[in-house]
């Protein structure tokens, strides 16, 4: 029989970094497979995701929860562009006012995204490292 769990034996994972987003960034998204394109506002990002924003005063998004979307992230980084595309899906979604927030989880279908998206995070991580 396996081992009885105690606050001895297990490890928990940290959550995720959060972090401010470059000024530049922008996101543009869309539900899999539509034609509607959308940009949110990016609140703040880590290497698993972001919190998007919306204002809820334009118009209402066809976002749910568990819903898929496909994200085109542009930014410029230490002077280079930076274009990442990946499939991302919308893990909690809430209200503050006019302004609805969107959690995102990033699926990334592509190694080299996925890498281009972890090297823009750990350069990021060590800006904010830097100015601290």
Sequence with gaps: MGQLMTTNN?????????MSPPEDIRVIARTMGTPSCFELQVSNLS???????????????????????ELEVKTQFK??????????????????GDTLHYGIRMIHHDEQ??????SMIASLEKSSDQSA
Excluded: Y
């Design 10 to 18: 297990i490890t928990l994972t940290p959550p995720a970094t959060r």
């Design 47 to 69: 290497r698993s995701g972001m919190l998007l924003e919306w204002d809820s005063q334009k118009f209402r998004l066809p976002f749910r929860e568990n819903t898929l979307i």
């Design 79 to 96: 002077g280079q562009p930076r274009k990442i595309n990946c499939l991302a899906k919308i893990v909690r979604r809430n209200t503050s």
């Design 113 to 118: 995204e996925h890498l281009n998206w972890l």
